[in-house]
């Protein structure tokens, strides 16, 4: 009895360890299979390596600027028209003061000049002017002409030589050589006991200075055209008293300096 009892025991106990190994082996299925879902996800939500990035584009030839400009030119010649205002002071044969009239001259001259820099240059010019200048004197009415050659010797400061447009400023002696004078009157002066005559001097010494604007014709600046201003301020005295070469005469001049106002125009070549 007690051996029966044993042995179903035994097979009970059997049967209910094999019932328990088949009840847990689909879980340990379960769970492999969820090992491996579980690390399938981890791979798939690993994220791909970024795309190498484009290569740089080549970069573009550098183009020449729009406003390049050319080479300074460091020689000029020109040649201008010079319209110039002048007075001269006059008195008569009682050395009476005459206040002339202020007048128009026209003059003409060539410059050439040696640019150092874009900024600094030097000019010399060479200019004909003939002063010709009314007056009254009691019933007599006179002209006086008096023709020059100045040659002005001149530093030039500037805005830029290169650029379209330049400013300039000028300043230097100017040396003027009288190379001819002459009175004529309206009416007859067999009245005058003493004649009168021009004595103005042969040479004269100042400062001339003044101011320009010159705009380049072309591309190359080859060609110019210039405007501007000139004046003159004489430091001699343009007076050669006459009377003691001649006691029958008299200089209508009174003695003082040379002073002009002028305008100018004119085309120039730089090479």
Not at 175 to 188: K, L, P, T, W, Y
Request: neutral net charge; aromatic residues 8%.
């Amino acid at each position: 009895m007690n051996s029966k009892m044993k042995l179903g025991t035994m097979i009970a106990v059997s049967a209910l360890l094999s019932m328990t190994a088949k009840a847990q082996e689909p879980d340990t299925v379960k769970v492999i299979k969820e090992t491996i879902i579980k690390h399938d996800t981890v791979i798939k939500e690993v994220a791909p390596p970024p795309p190498p990035a484009p290569p740089a584009p080549p970069a573009e030839p550098q183009t020449a600027a729009k406003d390049e400009r050319p080479p300074l030119r460091h020689g000029e010649f020109g040649v201008r028209y010079m319209p110039t205002f002048s007075t001269l002071r006059f008195r008569n044969q009682y050395d009476n003061e005459i206040q002339g009239e202020v007048s128009l001259s026209h003059g003409f001259g060539i410059m050439l000049g040696a640019n150092l820099s874009k900024n600094i240059g030097l000019q010399a010019e060479l200019s004909y002017l003939e002063i010709s200048q009314r007056y009254k004197d009691q019933n007599l009415e006179r002209k006086v002409d008096v023709s020059y050659l100045n040659i002005p010797i001149l530093l030039s400061l500037n805005t830029d030589k290169t650029r379209i447009v330049n400013l300039n400023f000028v300043a230097g002696p100017q040396f003027g050589v009288n190379i001819g004078s002459s009175i004529s009157s309206s009416s007859n002066e067999n009245t005058e006991t003493v004649r009168a005559t021009v004595g103005a001097s042969g040479t004269d010494i100042g400062v001339a200075y003044g101011t320009g604007l010159e705009i380049a014709l072309n591309k190359m600046h080859t060609v110019r055209l210039d405007f501007g201003y000139r004046g003159f301020y004489g430091l001699v005295d343009g007076n050669a008293d006459q009377t003691s070469k001649n006691p029958d005469t008299y200089n209508v001049l009174i003695r003082t300096s040379r002073q002009t106002q002028a305008a100018y125009a004119g085309l120039t070549l730089c090479f």
